[in-house]
């Protein structure tokens, strides 16, 4: 049995940097976890994914949100290509790339990896809420990242629960 992982990034006192940890939840909500589908809260301790990864994984979604210039709510899914090598490692630097080069340098960087992620309004004040339009692209990622698993692992249940509606299939480009 194959073994995908969806890992959920950000800080939920800071605005829309909480928007991978409530995809993670709003997943957890649809039941999309079950037999060889994980999810998991990583938060701000990116460490915790890489150590997660020691167990064998064939496919890993990461949720976060991402500044890549587009205008905020723009939400991206992005096919990791490579991974910069680790020189450092800092426990406390919680996003992604750092996650995934501490996996690769452990030898555990599963064979597919995707970045699904919303361009943020907001990130660097104390808030408790995202932005409203960071808020509501959360079901826009879920829709995505369904789409992925429905093509990978092939759980047709994964795309007739929840969240209904097309889903653009996109490859490093807003939508």
């Known amino acids: 049995m194959t073994r995908t992982l969806i890992a959920g990034f950000g800080n939920v006192l800071r605005g829309d940097d909480a928007f991978g940890v409530e995809v993670i939840r709003r997943l957890e909500a649809l039941g999309i976890a079950g037999p060889g589908v994980e999810l998991m809260e990583v938060g701000t301790g990116g460490i915790r994914l890489a150590q997660e990864l020691l167990s064998p994984c064939d496919f890993l979604i990461i949720a976060d949100a991402m500044t890549r210039g587009g205008a905020p709510g ?8 490579s991974v910069e090598q ?3 490692v800092d426990m406390h630097v919680a996003i992604p790339s ?14 597919r990896v995707v970045l699904v992620g919303c361009e943020p309004a907001m990130v660097d004040e104390l808030a408790f809420e995202m932005s ?44």
């Open 74 to 81: 723009d939400t991206y899914v992005l096919e990791v290509d």
């Open 132 to 175: 409203p339009v960071v808020s509501a692209s959360v079901d826009t990622a879920v829709a995505h990242i369904r789409d992925l698993l429905g093509a990978y692992v092939g759980r047709s249940q994964v795309l007739t629960t929840g969240i209904t509606g097309p889903v653009a299939r996109v490859s490093g480009e807003a939508t």
């Open 98 to 111: 750092h996650a995934l080069s501490v996996a690769q340098a452990l030898g555990v960087l599963p064979p």
């Open 86 to 88: 680790v020189h450092e």
